[in-house]
């Protein structure tokens, strides 16, 4: 679970029909880059909802490089 580095942009859309608030994850680990985007409306569900995300894509890439 090595993360090299993590890019996070927060961004405020004034559309409300689907969500308005939208974060995106961009998390650089060893030889991969591992994206996330989440649109919710209000900001603090779609930073919970994108590091929850984040982490499931974690576990995925730890399951993925031990099975290899």
Known sequence: KDI???HVTLVHSTH???GN???RLLATVPNTIL????V????GDA???A???LERELQSF?????GA
């Open 35 to 38: 994206r996330v985007q989440k």
């Open 16 to 18: 409300h029909l689907s």
């Open 47 to 49: 930073i919970h909802a």
């Open 4 to 6: 090299l580095r993590l």
């Open 51 to 53: 590091f929850s995300a």
């Open 21 to 23: 608030e939208e974060v």
């Open 62 to 66: 730890v399951e993925r490089r031990r």
């Open 40 to 43: 919710e409306a209000g900001m």
